[in-house]
């Protein structure tokens, strides 16, 4: 295991600089993930920590070691990638072992570990097996294993879930964060996911354009998000964006939106001179008799929980509630937000007020 420093990377492609400047400090130990739209750079920065990519800038450090100019094969690292990578000509066993057997390792130490990760990973009935005879889980889990085999100092995952279906994607995130919790070896994960980076991470990377836009816990970035573009990001379903300004109304401080809906704001709120944007996730909004009266546009019951995409007024909002409900698209329905989960930012600069 190691610690992973990355300091002011940079990353360009000719005229064209992709990343800005990224820090990020990784503990030994720890899951960290990558997480952000597409382009976001976090699958450049992936391989630029592994040694797939030149580093155009800045650097990357790997348990005390600066590894600008280190070889791959050299950084004690190993990377599950989203394609799984198997030979087809060669049985599962010999995919987990061909990294140790391009070191010249004897076959009693090979056998050995790949028994080892077998057992690891339940694939000890599949050691005999061809890749075209396993399932895209199992063909996932023959990739961790070759990586696991090799018992780096840091295990990188570039969205390697993404090609398996809904139902299979829950059952490997829960394996993969079983994994690390049994090897606690130092895990850098990508993915564009945001409940995959929720359920699995010790700590999250939220990039945009090449840029780290936050790092924390989970729930640190689910319940302080620093700026609009991590609110917004982070959570599921998202959260809502009213724009408006906050007005004193009877003695009180209101938020008042464009299109005049009067919402509520914590307490303690104070005036904010430039407009504002309001959010409200949608799992913090009830429906009460006596709640703000909305016009449902669309119900999406799902079993678990009903979403309601309603207008207060002429603004978009959506709620997301455990209760059945009996009102149909046109008709109204009070919307009662909790006051103590609103999140305020400035309309100029994106960021929390």
């Known amino acids: 295991m190691a610690q992973v420093a990355v300091r002011n990377v940079i990353k360009k492609y000719g005229s064209l600089q992709v990343i800005h400047g990224v820090n990020i400090d990784i503990v030994d130990g720890e899951f960290v993930v990558l997480v952000g739209p597409s382009g976001c750079g976090k699958s450049t920065l992936l391989r630029m920590i592994a040694g797939l990519e030149t580093i155009s800038g800045g650097e990357v450090d790997i348990g005390g070691r600066v590894v600008n100019d280190v070889l791959p094969k050299d950084r004690d690292i190993a990377m599950v990638f989203q394609n799984y990578a198997l030979y087809p000509h060669k049985t599962v066993a010999e995919n987990m072992g061909f990294p140790l057997k391009l070191k010249g390792r004897p076959k009693d130490e090979i056998k050995a570990k790949v028994n080892k990760a077998a057992e690891i990973l339940a694939l000890e009935k599949l050691l005999d097996r061809y890749p075209k005879q396993l399932s895209g889980g199992q063909r996932q889990r023959v990739a961790m294993g070759r990586a696991i085999v090799r018992d780096p100092q840091v295990f990188l995952f570039d969205e390697p879930l993404s090609n398996l279906d809904a139902k299979l994607r829950v059952t490997m995130r829960v394996e993969i964060k079983e994994l690390h919790q049994r090897l606690k070896t130092t895990t850098v994960y990508v993915t564009h996911d945001q409940i995959e980076a929720m359920t699995m991470a010790d700590k999250i990377v939220v990039m945009r354009d090449g840029r780290v836009e936050q790092v924390g816990a989970p729930l640190e970035l689910y319940d302080r998000p620093a700026n609009i573009f991590v609110a917004g990001f982070i959570g599921s379903p998202s959260m809502n964006f009213?724009?408006?300004?906050?007005?004193?109304?009877?003695?009180?401080?209101?938020?008042?939106?464009?299109?005049?809906?009067?919402?509520?704001?914590?307490?303690?709120?104070?005036?904010?001179?430039?407009?504002?944007?309001?959010?409200?996730?949608?799992e913090h909004i009830d429906v009460r008799d006596d709640g703000l009266a909305a016009t449902i546009s669309v119900l999406e019951p799902t079993g678990s929980e009903t979403q309601i995409f309603a207008h207060l007024g002429s603004d978009p909002i959506n709620a997301a509630v455990r209760d059945r409900v009996s009102s149909r698209p046109g008709e109204t329905i009070g919307l009662a937000i909790d006051p103590g989960r609103v999140h305020l930012f400035d309309r100029k600069t994106g960021n929390r007020l």
């Open 242 to 282: 009213v724009r408006g300004r906050l007005e004193s109304q009877a003695g009180a401080v209101v938020f008042v939106s464009d299109n005049g809906a009067v919402l509520p704001v914590p307490a303690g709120t104070s005036i904010h001179a430039d407009p504002v944007v309001y959010g409200i996730r949608p």
